[in-house]
C-alpha cells in the first residue's frame, strides 16, 4: 500500500484548484482529473483558500464551480484514506482533520455572500454529491451521474446526507444512501439536485448565462438574502417569519433597495452601491 506521502508526491505537480475570472463571475475549477478531483486533504486546502479569497473580493459577484476532465468530483479520495490506516493511531487522527476540513469548505460555500453554481459535466459522487448539494444552484450535463455510494465500499455517506437530504425529499435520500445506487441528470433534477439539465456542448453556457445574471443583482442584497435563506430552512415556520420579516426590514433600510425600488418605478436599470 502507498504511504500518504508517495500519494501525496503523486499528485504534487498538478495545482488542485484553479480561478479565473469572466467579468464578474468567479470560475473554480477542482483539477486533479485523474484522480476525478477527489477531495484529498491538498485539494480540500486549496478550495478553502480560494473560498477565503472569494469571500473578500468584492468584485465576485457569482462562483461558477466545476470539475476538470471526465467528472466533477469522485468524493473523498479512497487511496489517501486507507494510507492513513498504517497511522499509528489507525488513521483516527487524519480521519477527523479530513471530516473537518470538509464541513469547514462546505460550510464555507453556504456562507460566501454570493451565489455558487455548481457546473457538473460527469459523475458527482460522494462527497462530490455532497458538493453539489451544497452548492446554491447547479447545472447538469446529461451526461451527469449522481450518488452516495459510500455504502458499497463499507462507507455510509453520513456528511453527505447532511447536504443532500436538504435538497431532496428523505425516502429519495435514504434510498441513494442505502442502496448505493447511481442516478442519472434527468433523475436528479425531478428530485430537485440540480435547476436544469443541458446537451453536454451547452452546458458551460448554460452556467454562466446562470452565473452573470446573478452578478448583475446587488452583492449586499444577495449576500443578504442568501444568508437569511439557510437560517430559515432550519426553523419552525413562525420563527422563520418572524426571522424573515426582521431580514425584510434590515432590507429595506438598505441604500441598494432605495436604488432597486426607484429604479423599477422609473422603468430604469439600477447602478448597485452593494451596501
Known amino acids: 500500500m502507498a504511504s500518504p506521502q508517495a500519494i501525496e508526491a503523486e499528485t504534487a505537480t498538478e495545482p488542485p484548484i484553479l480561478r479565473e475570472m469572466d467579468g464578474g463571475v468567479a470560475i473554480v475549477t477542482l483539477n486533479v482529473p485523474r484522480r476525478i478531483n477527489a477531495l484529498s486533504m491538498d485539494m480540500l486546502a486549496a478550495l478553502k483558500e480560494t473560498l477565503e479569497g472569494i469571500r473578500d473580493d468584492t468584485a465576485v459577484r457569482a462562483v461558477v ?3 476538470a476532465g471526465r467528472g466533477f468530483c469522485a468524493g473523498h479520495d479512497l487511496k489517501e484514506i486507507n494510507a492513513h490506516r ?3 493511531d489507525g488513521g483516527k487522527g487524519y480521519f477527523a482533520d479530513l471530516f473537518a476540513a470538509c464541513t469547514e469548505v462546505m460550510l464555507m460555500i453556504a456562507r460566501l455572500p454570493v451565489a455558487v453554481i455548481a457546473e ?5 459522487t460522494a462527497a462530490g454529491c ?4 451544497t452548492c ?6 446529461t451526461e451527469a451521474k449522481f450518488g452516495v455510494n459510500g455504502v458499497n465500499a463499507g462507507l455510509f455517506c453520513s456528511t453527505p446526507m447532511v447536504a443532500l437530504s436538504r435538497n431532496i425529499p428523505r425516502k429519495a435520500t435514504m434510498e441513494m444512501l442505502v442502496l448505493g445506487e447511481i442516478i442519472d441528470a434527468k433523475r436528479a433534477q425531478s428530485l430537485g439536485l440540480v435547476n436544469h439539465v443541458v446537451a453536454p456542448d451547452e452546458l458551460s453556457e448554460k452556467t454562466m448565462e446562470m452565473a452573470k445574471r446573478a452578478a448583475q443583482k446587488s452583492r449586499a442584497v444577495v449576500a443578504l438574502g442568501k444568508q437569511a435563506f439557510y437560517a430559515q430552512v432550519e426553523l419552525g415556520i413562525v420563527e422563520a417569519y418572524r426571522h424573515m420579516a426582521d431580514v425584510m426590514v434590515e432590507n429595506l433600510l438598505m441604500r441598494d433597495s432605495e436604488i432597486g425600488i426607484s429604479a423599477f418605478i422609473e422603468k430604469r436599470s439600477p447602478e448597485w452601491e452593494d451596501k
Open 86 to 88: 498504517q497511522d499509528a
Open 65 to 67: 464551480l466545476r470539475g
Open 120 to 124: 457538473v459535466q460527469g459523475i458527482a
Open 130 to 133: 455532497q458538493l453539489v448539494s
Open 136 to 141: 446554491d444552484m447547479a447545472v447538469a450535463s
